[in-house]
């Protein structure tokens, strides 16, 4: 069935680092891939989106490109901020059916 | 435009005790969505709904109940609380176009004693 893996945490980095979370997936066809981000307390916010191959999204910084040669959507950001400090989490939503299919979240300590 | 709102934010139950979590969205939204949340395990779908009057079963949908009798409202209930069910609680709704996102309640959480 349809699933996600991202890259476990907790991943600490200091200010202005390089930051790459990994996420794959298995998937029929094309679905849609999604970032969200989850500050402490609240709920989950989308961060980005791709709708189909070679797409980038892109917002704040943060970019991912779908990959279906590698079934793959990795997070990058080229200079964190302790503001980026949160859990990410990586997610699809298949062309047909009503579900998205979400990873484990990847937990993200940004240090001044 | 509040987008999801969920009542309440924080509840403490005791076992056997029952309750209801009430989701409202006003973007009007076709699909919606209830959530658990427990740490290390991610997000796992308990019920969903396609469209007023409509429900199906998620992933864990053990111990709960939901009805969907307005386009607008997703209740959530438990009718017999265990400590199993304590947790954070995430209500989503969706447009129903393919590519969608979807768009996230601030979550309840309940402690079940």
């Known amino acids: 069935g349809d699933s996600v893996t991202q890259m476990e945490g907790p991943v600490t980095l200091s200010e202005e680092a390089f930051l790459t979370i990994n996420c794959t997936y298995t998937?029929?066809?094309?679905?849609?891939l999604f970032w969200y981000v989850q500050y402490p307390g609240e709920g989950l916010q989308l961060l980005l989106k791709?709708?189909?191959?070679?797409d980038k999204g892109s917002n704040k910084g943060f970019e991912a490109t779908y990959r279906k040669e590698t079934t793959s959507f990795h997070l990058e950001k080229g200079s964190v901020q302790v503001s980026d400090s949160a859990v990410y989490f990586c997610?699809?939503?298949?062309?047909?059916?009503?579900?998205?299919?979400f990873g484990t979240g990847t937990s993200l300590t940004v240090i001044p | 435009n509040a987008g999801v709102t969920q009542t309440p934010k924080f509840r403490v139950l005791k076992t056997g005790q029952s309750m209801t979590l009430l989701c409202a969205q006003d973007?009007?939204?076709?699909?919606m969505y209830w959530y658990r949340q427990d740490p290390g395990m991610g997000l796992r779908l308990i019920h969903y709904?396609?469209?007023?009057?409509?429900?199906a079963k998620g992933e864990v949908p053990d111990g709960y109940n939901v009805s969907r009798l307005k386009k607008q409202n997703f209740l959530l209930g438990l009718e017999s609380a265990a400590p199993s069910q304590t947790s954070v609680y995430f209500c989503?709704?969706?447009?129903?176009?393919?590519?969608?996102?979807?768009?996230f309640g601030p979550g309840t959480r309940l402690l079940v004693l």
């Open positions: 791709a709708t189909k191959a070679d």
């Open positions: 709904s396609v469209g007023e009057g409509t429900t």
């Open positions: 989503a709704s969706s447009r129903h176009v393919g590519g969608e996102t979807q768009y």
């Open positions: 998937a029929t066809g094309y679905p849609s």
């Open positions: 973007m009007n939204h076709e699909y």
């Open positions: 997610a699809l939503r298949p062309n047909t059916g009503n579900q998205f299919y």
